[in-house]
Each structure stands twice: as C-alpha cells, then as structure tokens.
C-alpha cells in the first residue's frame, strides 16, 4: 500500500501507522487534521516492494476525481524498474478495496496481469458506494463544503445521503434526511432503488466509531436482499478526516465475482 499521510500540528503520520481508536479520541478532543496524498516516492517504494522478483505491479488508486493520487501514481512509474498498470478505481474505501480483492483473487489463482485488471474493471462497473455522516462540520472544515451548506445542514439537521458517480469518480448528494437513524434506513433504501429489491448483492459494510451503524445498515440491506457475499471493515483514517468519526457506508454490486459462475 501507498500510505496517505496525517498530520496533526508539527506531527504527521503515515495512514498506516495511526490506530483508529487514538484519531478518535485525537478528533474528539477538538484537535484539527489535516491529509496528504501518497508522493510519487510512497508509490515507489510500493512499487518495489509488491514487483520484488520482477513481477508485474497493477496499482489501484482512489478516485482520479477525489484526489491527484493517481497522477503521482503515473508519475512514479518512471522512478522504478518494475513493469507497472496504474487503473483509476474511479471510486474510494469499500469499492476500491472490492477492486483491489479482485486483482488479489487472480494473482493468487495464477492469473495474468490482463485477467486481473479485467476483473477488477467488470467489479469497478458494477459496484456502487453510498454513505452519510452525523454532522457535516467536518466536510465544512476540509473544504468540502461551504459554511452556509454546513451551517444550514447542522440548523435542519440534515444527513446527506453521498455516493460516488462514474466514471467522473465524484461526490453527489442523492437525498438528505433530518435524522442520522433515518440517513441510515435511507441508505438502504438508495442501494434497493439501484438494484431493485429482492436482488442478490455483494456488500461491503463500512462504520466509523460505531460499529452497530454497519449493523443497523446490514439489517436494513438484508431485509430487502439476499447478501451473497459480505464483509465489513472500519473507515480507514483518511477519510474519518474528512467525514468525522460517526459515518457509515457500503459498497454493493450484483451477484457473483467476475470468477464466479452465474
């Protein structure tokens, strides 16, 4: 992996160092972070590592339209010696991981390259990723959004309902709710309206500080699915910078893996 970084103050740490619960506990005492990007050289070092032996490397960015990640991705394929495929997930968190698990699935059945990324673009176009937060000060202080948004979001109460659109890769608000129970049963109800109820899903189940959000939102998802495949996994650090610690998402696509028969 490609670490982001963290930095609170004089302090920074790479994504991969920094516990959950401490940036919890760091977010809640009021202390201000701030996020950087994987440098050309962070991509390097990746690189060289995952293609020791000279095997060939397919890396997987977060969203070219959330982040410049990508671009120092491409740029450090010029710094190493390793045959790299750089592919824009066109997405983030669960979805992108849901990517990254396809790749992994083919390098470990002895799969080529080419079949890897195959799979990982027939998961990339069939997955969708959704979430809400409780409060919208954190999007506010990031820039995300504007204080009028923020200001008028906290006065109504409302949780937006955000997913990621393709091939774009960017944020859209498809619905707001005055209540964070509410944004949650609202959730589900987007992914049901997607793929239409009664349709078996794959699910990627995502929480911040509150794991039995994932639950609530699993419980809701299952009442109008069947899950074929599940999972569920924290929020990873970056992005609790940006969204505050109580959030909760998934990503969803249809059916079987690519590997898989239908």
């Known amino acids: ?5 963290i930095t609170f103050g004089e302090q920074t740490f790479s994504s991969l160092a920094l ?12 202390e201000h972070a701030t996020t950087s990007q994987a440098t050309p050289q962070d991509w390097a070092r990746a690189y060289k590592e995952a293609g020791a032996g000279g095997l060939p490397v397919l890396a997987i960015t977060i969203s070219a339209g959330l982040s410049s990640s990508a671009s120092a991705a491409e740029q450090a394929r010029s710094l190493v010696q390793v045959p790299v495929t750089v592919m824009n997930s066109q997405s983030l968190s669960g979805a992108q991981g849901f990517m990254v698990y396809a790749a992994a699935v083919a390098s470990q059945r002895g799969e080529s390259l080419e079949t890897g990324l195959a799979w990982a673009e027939a998961v990339r176009s069939d997955t969708e990723f959704y979430f809400t937060i409780e409060t919208l000060d954190y999007l506010r202080r990031g820039g995300r959004i504007g204080r009028v948004a923020a200001a008028m979001g906290g006065l109504l109460n409302l949780k937006p309902i955000i997913t ?20 949650i ?11 239409g109820a009664g349709t078996p899903l794959r699910a990627g189940f995502l929480h911040g500080s509150h794991p039995e959000d994932a639950a609530a939102l699993r419980e809701a998802v299952a009442a109008q699915h069947q899950l074929v495949w599940e999972g569920t996994a ?8 940006h969204t505050g610690p109580r959030v909760v998402g998934m990503c969803a696509a249809l059916g079987n893996w690519p590997w898989e028969p239908a």
């Open 185 to 195: 049963k609202e959730l589900a109800a987007q992914v049901t309206a997607r793929f």
């Open 19 to 30: 516990a959950r619960e401490d940036l919890y506990r760091r977010l809640g005492a009021g």
């Open 234 to 241: 924290g929020v990873n650090p970056v992005l609790t910078i």
């Open 164 to 183: 990621v659109e393709q091939p774009a890769g960017t944020y859209v608000n498809v619905a707001r709710v005055r209540s964070y129970k509410g944004a």
């Open 1 to 5: 992996m490609a670490p982001f970084h």
